[in-house]
């Protein structure tokens, strides 16, 4: 069965650089949500988007934005790229908002230099 | 607010052994509760999930939970642990699916 696409899988970056991860969610899906994992965390949830409207904000900082395209995938973007930014970026994706159940994709891992 | 706790950060089993996690959450009203299961370099697998009904709730690879609410817990449990068990174990609780809170996740360690 198809699953939640990351990509790329693993990303470096310098400081004050940009990132853009992307996320393409199980067909037929229509909500993604974006997570991130700090080194020994739990996950912290950052925005979520449903039918290409925000639908909720969690603790994503203002460096950051996200959209969610015609197509339903999603890309996070990311600036002034900082050492803490280095993390595991989940992406998730479900059908129906709220849903019953967000499949994870196998995340982006961010490495901030 | 909602948050969760998981009390034990390590836990080994031997192989065979039982299995009990922990998880306390803090919410207002009736949560939804999700046990998810992370290997390493993984993204998270649902285990199971509580919205409402039986208290006792099945799950994937002969995983279960129950929920008490005088406790405000949703504790995992599992009659005989597999080597292939070994991984980190996240609960989660949110007023639905879309806003979830994680706890620090419980790493599952395994002894032959």
């Known amino acids: 069965a198809a699953g939640v696409i990351q990509s790329p899988r693993h990303l470096i970056k310098e400081k004050r650089e940009t990132a853009t991860l992307k996320c393409y969610p199980i067909?037929?899906?229509?909500?993604v949500y974006w997570y991130q994992q700090g080194p020994g965390q739990d996950p912290q949830f950052l925005i979520s988007?449903?039918?290409?409207?925000?639908?909720d904000k969690g603790s994503i900082p203002d460096r950051f934005s996200a959209q969610q395209f015609s197509d339903y995938h999603s890309e996070l973007n990311m600036s002034s790229l900082e050492l803490g930014d280095s993390a595991l970026y989940f992406c998730?994706?479900?059908?129906?908002?709220?849903?019953?159940?967000?499949?994870f994709g196998p995340g982006t891992r961010l490495t901030v230099t | 607010a909602q948050s969760v706790t998981q009390p034990d950060i390590h836990i080994t089993v031997s192989e065979g052994a039982s299995l009990e996690l922990r998880c306390n959450y803090s919410?207002?009203?009736?949560?939804?509760l999700f046990w998810y299961v992370q290997s390493p370099g993984q993204g998270l697998q649902l285990l199971l999930k509580?919205?409402?009904?039986?208290?006792l709730v099945q799950g994937i690879k002969g995983f279960e939970a129950e929920f008490k609410r005088s406790q405000s817990s949703f504790n995992l449990r599992k009659p005989s642990v597999h080597w292939s068990d070994a991984a980190e174990y996240f609960c989660?609780?949110?007023?639905?699916?879309?806003?979830?809170?994680f706890g620090a996740g419980t790493r599952l360690t395994v002894k032959p």
């Open positions: 989660a609780v949110g007023p639905n699916n879309n806003d979830m809170r």
């Open positions: 509580y919205f409402s009904g039986d208290t």
């Open positions: 919410y207002g009203a009736t949560p939804y």
């Open positions: 998730a994706s479900s059908r129906g908002s709220p849903s019953s159940e967000q499949y």
């Open positions: 067909p037929r899906h229509d909500t």
């Open positions: 988007f449903y039918e290409k409207m925000q639908s």
